[in-house]
């Protein structure tokens, strides 16, 4: 098994994707998953109750998917952890031996959850960040693993003078990969990535874009209306919507988004994530060709 970490360090444009959890989630589901998607992805992300939704713990996924021979990237969310249970669950990452992390601080859960949980942000995002950093750095809490650290950013058209603090701090914490909200507005990404370049954070972090593979007009149009920080062209709903066959145009918009992402100077990698279809992932990243060029 080849590990993130040696794949960005090794290849151009790398292709990573999540996969499905929820309450049923067992072992022999996660297996399926992963026989479904290991040939065509570097690794795959292991989600941390997104959205508020419930499912074994984002560690015990990941240990699986370890196990299997896939490298996992474990996020874990400052939402629902304090300082001690987020240092627990890194100490437990470094002993299965998962290094590659991906450190947020976690999506507002849903209005109509209940019993609401409560949040916890003992600490941010970047904060944890540079806890993590400390850790493999300086010692005193066990043999730490070399972390591969990431965090999460959103895409942007940014103003000629911007100056991208957030993401300066996030690297300056240790992020040394980024990972977007699904943006599929490729002017917007070449813009974008042309701003972290002159400011020379992609020297420091590799930028990995977020797209989708979307099954229907109604499904981008959700996606659009429900997740503030995501991005998708009103023409690719058009497409949608005026296609005989939405599932077969969504796999072809994504690879035809994962073939523009790999030309913009600055991008290093997609993450291809599935609304509820599993199988059109790897589906949208062969329709792309990208996946022979990347190994």
Do not use: Y
């Not at 991208?164 to 990404?189: E, R, S, W, Y």
């Not at 035809?256 to 599935?274: D, N, T, W």
């Amino acid at each position: 098994m080849i590990s993130f970490k040696e794949a960005l360090n090794s290849k151009d444009f790398v292709v990573t994707t999540e996969i499905f959890l929820d309450p049923e989630t067992d072992i022999d589901v996660i297996e399926l998953q992963l026989d479904k998607l290991r040939d065509f992805v570097d690794a795959i992300l292991v989600t941390d109750n997104q959205s508020g939704r419930l499912h074994m713990s984002s560690l015990a996924a990941a240990i699986v998917v370890k196990q299997n021979g896939v490298d996992p990237i474990l996020q874990l969310s400052c939402r629902n952890r304090n300082r001690i249970a987020l240092l627990a669950d890194l100490l437990g990452a470094g002993i299965h031996g998962i290094n590659s992390l991906q450190l947020v601080r976690g999506e507002r859960v849903p209005d109509e959850f209940s019993p609401r949980p409560r949040a916890v942000l003992d600490v941010s995002a970047t904060e944890l960040l540079a806890t993590a950093k400390r850790m493999k750095s300086e010692g005193g809490l066990g043999k730490c693993p070399d972390f591969l650290l990431g965090g999460l950013i959103t895409a942007r058209k940014p103003q000629d003078d911007w100056v991208p603090k957030k993401l300066l701090q996030k690297v300056d914490a240790g992020a040394q990969f980024l990972l977007t909200h699904t943006c599929m507005n490729i002017d917007l990404l070449q813009g974008f990535a042309k701003h972290l370049v002159a400011a020379k954070i992609t020297h420091r972090a590799k930028i990995i874009v977020t797209t989708a593979v979307l099954r229907s007009a109604a499904d981008a149009q959700w996606l659009r209306e429900n997740r503030p920080n995501v991005v998708i062209p009103k023409r690719i709903v058009k497409r949608l919507e005026q296609s005989k066959d939405p599932r077969a145009e969504g796999i072809a918009i994504c690879g035809e988004q994962i073939r523009e992402l790999a030309k913009i100077p600055g991008i290093s990698g997609v993450h291809v994530i599935a609304s509820s279809d599993l199988l059109t992932v790897p589906e949208g990243i062969a329709a792309s060709g990208v996946r022979t060029q990347s190994q």
